[in-house]
């Protein structure tokens, strides 16, 4: 009997017009199963697969793992169908948490009452199954839980980038640049212009570093021109950042990483 690897559903947020765009990127990357939605891409695969994301995409702005879908009608649904996911299968032992919430309905209509109604109902699960209850933590939580409401519904969700994906690393925390320009944007920019054909050639070796040159004659803080160099000497976009929102996720496994 062969061992069969486990799917997980995976969406990945980006810009708006870019969704086909991140779809062909994750198909690059070695994704199987994608699709281009509004807003992002969705994915399915192998924790691994997601892993990679996280650490290649240029145009991602977050990767979240899809933990389920659950009645939000109103708060006690919401808290009763929070307590029925796996959650000791997707939180790992001592790893901190933080929930946060979006969307609105007729009964819940604080988002912030949501997200600790959630909260509340991930700690008592948690200490119901393994005798823990997590600690929380509002400043990079290992695992950061999203519950997003629609209708009578909501989507539970973990952030596996943690923070956005744009934070590449090579800025100074609260570095000011002149003419600021989102790192995904001009990832974005670069992949439509003939700078990608540039990027193709280096790889396959149909062209000479020497002989591409990049100018930017706007240049505010760098961001295309650094993007632009990253691309050329196929550094991954997220080898710098020192956060991750996987390192709580119970499937996180550093060797692999």
């Known amino acids: 009997m062969t061992n069969q ?33 509004s807003g992002g891409a969705s994915f399915f695969g192998a924790p691994e697969d997601a892993l990679r994301v996280c650490l290649w995409s240029r145009l991602a702005g977050r990767v979240n793992l899809t933990v389920g879908r659950v009645a939000a009608r109103d708060a006690d649904a919401l808290y009763a ?52 209850r997590p600690e929380v933590s509002k400043h990079r939580p290992d695992v950061q839980i999203n519950v997003s409401i629609h209708a009578k519904k909501a989507t539970i969700a973990i952030d596996l980038a943690g923070e956005p994906l744009h934070k590449r690393g090579y800025r100074q925390e609260g570095e000011n640049v002149q003419a600021p320009l989102k790192e995904a944007l001009a990832a974005g920019v670069l992949l439509m212009s003939p700078w990608a054909r540039v990027v193709e050639g280096l790889k396959a070796g149909t062209l000479e570093p020497q002989d591409c040159v990049l100018i930017d004659p706007f240049c505010g803080g760098g961001t295309l021109v650094i993007e632009g160099a990253m691309m050329a000497a196929d550094m991954a976009p997220g080898i ?16 692999v990483f």
Not at 15 to 32: I, R
Not at 105 to 121: H, P
Not at 240 to 255: A, C, H, I, N, T
């Open 240 to 255: 710098l950042r020192d956060y991750w929102g996987f390192s709580g996720w119970r499937q996180f496994d550093p060797e």
């Open 81 to 132: 169908g929070v307590r029925e996911l796996p959650w000791e299968t997707v939180i790992a032992d001592g790893a901190s948490i933080a929930v946060r919430a979006s969307g609105t309905n007729a009964e819940l209509r604080n988002t912030q009452f949501s997200a600790m109604r959630v909260k509340d109902a991930i700690c008592d699960e948690l200490r119901a199954q393994t005798g823990k």
């Open 5 to 37: 690897v486990q799917s997980f559903e995976f969406f990945a947020t980006c810009l708006p017009g870019a969704e086909k765009l991140l779809a062909d990127e994750l198909h690059g990357l070695g994704v199987k199963k994608v699709r281009p939605l």
